[in-house]
């Protein structure tokens, strides 16, 4: 009997240490970067993106990323030149399925692009617009290899600074 009394306190001391290594490794934070960048084009066309990548150690576990087109006026009312826009994205990005939205006002279109579980690319710094007087044409680079895109899917292995750093290199400001 008297073994079995001193047997107690060492295995409280286990389960104490057990239950304390469990709640370091779930408390741990994963990491949130957040980047922009801002292109202006031909006519005052802009486009803004923000990308909001987590990082759970080495590897991308989330990606959202937002793409702002904003239009001067005289494009804006012009429902031809939206039509054009729309139908250049949405078969541009149609591989994304329900993981791209679309919302077109007024004066911008608003393309958010939310990748959880999937190992879909998701390419950054593709949309140009060029003015051939007075007519717009949209540029959507879809090439994976082209040095001019940036391409990122969930699982890809980066640590913070090395994102930051392939972004900050391609013109982004990252915080």
């Keep these: 009997m008297n073994t079995r009394k001193n047997m107690t306190f060492p295995v ?3 389960f104490l240490f057990i239950v304390i290594i469990v709640y370091l490794f779930s408390s741990i934070k994963q990491t949130t970067i957040t980047c922009e ?13 923000t990308v909001i990548s987590k990082i759970d150690g080495k590897k991308i576990i989330e990606l959202n990323v937002t793409k702002v087109i904003y239009l001067p006026e005289e494009y804006a ?14 078969r541009t990005l149609d591989y994304l399925g329900d993981k791209v939205t679309y919302k077109y006002n007024n004066n911008n279109v608003v393309i958010n692009i939310a ?9 950054l710094n593709n949309i140009s617009f060029i ?5 717009i044409e949209v540029e959507i680079n879809s090439n994976t ?8 899917a969930v699982g890809d292995s980066y ?17």
């Design 12 to 14: 409280v001391l286990v």
């Design 37 to 49: 960048k801002i292109r202006s084009f031909d006519s005052d066309i802009k486009v803004e993106e």
């Design 77 to 90: 009312n012009d429902r031809e030149k939206i039509l054009l826009i729309k139908n250049s994205l949405e």
């Design 115 to 123: 990748v959880k579980d999937s190992k879909d690319l998701v390419l």
């Design 131 to 135: 003015d051939n007087s007075g007519n």
């Design 145 to 152: 290899k082209s040095n001019d895109v940036i391409a990122l």
């Design 159 to 175: 640590t913070e600074g090395e994102l930051m750093t392939r972004l900050k290199n391609n013109g982004y400001s990252c915080k």
